[in-house]
């Protein structure tokens, strides 16, 4: 999958290159067919989310619908809040939880 079509906002990825590698995001904007936005609270925050192609994450079946709709509905978005939704993810993703 290196398309955007299947991606939602608060969906789980994992980085697979560059210097973020094996770094846990979730995703906050979807750009175009290839890019998304993503943020992690700690390394890159949600004031200023790294821009990543799609073939350089491994996607997961998780998608935080708190934070997607938080991000939609304008409420107080904080990195902390970012940080405590990836925790149980940063511990050691598995690898039944991805797509590809």
Do not use: W
Request: net charge positive; glycine share 4%; aromatic share 4%.
């Amino acid at each position: 999958m290196e398309l955007t079509t299947d991606l939602k906002i608060g969906q789980i990825v994992k980085s697979k290159a560059g210097r973020d590698k094996d770094r846990v995001f979730i995703i906050s904007r979807i750009l175009d067919e290839q890019h998304v936005l993503v943020c992690d609270g700690d390394l890159r925050k949600l004031s200023s989310p790294k821009k990543k192609k799609v073939k350089h994450l491994v996607i997961y079946n998780t998608v935080l619908t708190e934070f997607a709709e938080k991000l939609q509905g304008n409420e107080n978005l904080d990195d902390a809040f970012v940080r405590r939704l990836l925790e149980p993810y940063t511990q050691g993703a598995s690898k039944e939880m991805e797509v590809e």
